[in-house]
């Protein structure tokens, strides 16, 4: 199992003002240096960073050239969005597209991408984490929502094939794909060597203010249909009379999700892919970044020491 990091604020000073973009040029070398002295093999990166469905082989190409200089080479590319919602299912299979293309031109053998739509009442109940409705999930899916998206996903692995890339579908939050029972549906109706899943807890786990399976049971579910993995941990504190909880991001040994069980169960079941560690949302991020990764590396090289 490799460790890449998968990244989500910028944190450096000077600051640009846009968290979600890779820091200034002028430090970016630091960054990337940072990055590899914590020990992660390679960064995932968005399509927007990469320059969305403007990219061209020709710029992609120049951060390839840099990343891999310092020894970070990317290893993901994420883009897309649902499919169930056909006022944007035409537009998310573009960007889709797109970043299977850019992550070939990349060096990226895997593209992850959810199935999310916006919500479509913005600021009202479901809109966010932690409440008992989920605008856009499976609970409110129909069965044309999943055979739309699986016709549309069977055609987009074909795509990715021909590009020697392949697709992981997140479980994500505000999408018909938001726990295993239905990304396991989903992936019955794909026609398509190439796409696997993507089991992220932490999105199973503040979907709604009660969560509506354990990650045990979740990862034991997934991990052999899984080829990429996001971690982050939560902390959760629920407020019943508000049926909402709130959660707190904490490095992966802080929080409530047990990623001892989590990664056992995904090595026994033969995960030898990049375990992401998604990167802290708040305070000194490295710092909290770095301890998560000694946390998974410190659990591997038990797992490893008790199987010899």
């Excluded at 074909?158 to 396991?184: M, P, R």
Aim: hydrophobic content about 35%; charged content about 25%; some cysteine.
């Amino acid at each position: 199992m490799k460790i890449a990091y998968a990244f989500r604020r910028s944190v450096y000073y000077p600051y640009h003002g846009n968290p979600r973009l890779l820091p200034d040029k002028k430090i970016l070398p630091s960054f990337f240096s940072k990055i590899r002295e914590i020990g992660f093999e390679g960064i995932e990166l968005s399509i927007d960073m990469l320059g969305g469905l403007g990219a061209t082989e020709k710029s992609v190409g120049k951060m390839r050239l840099e990343l891999e200089q310092y020894g970070v080479p990317c290893i993901a590319v994420r883009g897309g969005g649902g499919f169930s919602q056909p006022n944007v299912s035409s537009q998310n299979r573009k960007l889709l597209e797109k970043t299977i293309e850019v992550a070939h031109w990349i060096g990226a053998e895997t593209v992850n991408t959810t199935m999310s739509t916006l919500p479509r009442n913005s600021n009202k109940s479901g809109s966010f984490v932690g409440e008992s409705i989920s605008q856009g999930s499976s609970r409110m899916a129909s069965s044309d929502d999943f055979n739309r998206t699986g016709d549309v996903l069977s055609e987009i692995g074909e795509i990715a094939g021909n590009k020697d890339v392949y697709i992981t579908i997140e479980i994500h939050q505000h999408s018909i794909v938001d726990n295993s029972w239905s990304a396991l549906h989903l992936l019955e109706l794909i026609d398509s060597p190439n796409i696997f899943l993507n089991p992220d807890l932490g999105n199973i786990y503040w979907c709604y203010d009660i969560p509506e399976e354990s990650t045990e049971d979740a990862i034991v579910a997934l991990a052999p249909h899984s080829r990429y993995w996001h971690c982050k941990n939560l902390k959760r504190v629920y407020i019943p009379e508000n049926e909402h909880s709130i959660f707190l991001r904490t490095a992966l040994p802080d929080g409530d999700i047990d990623y001892r069980f989590a990664i056992t169960a995904m090595k026994e079941a033969g995960f030898n892919d990049y375990l992401a560690i998604e990167g802290a949302m708040e305070g000194d991020q490295l710092t909290a970044d770095s301890k998560s990764y000694d946390y998974v590396t410190q659990i591997l090289n038990e797992l490893d020491i008790s199987q010899n």
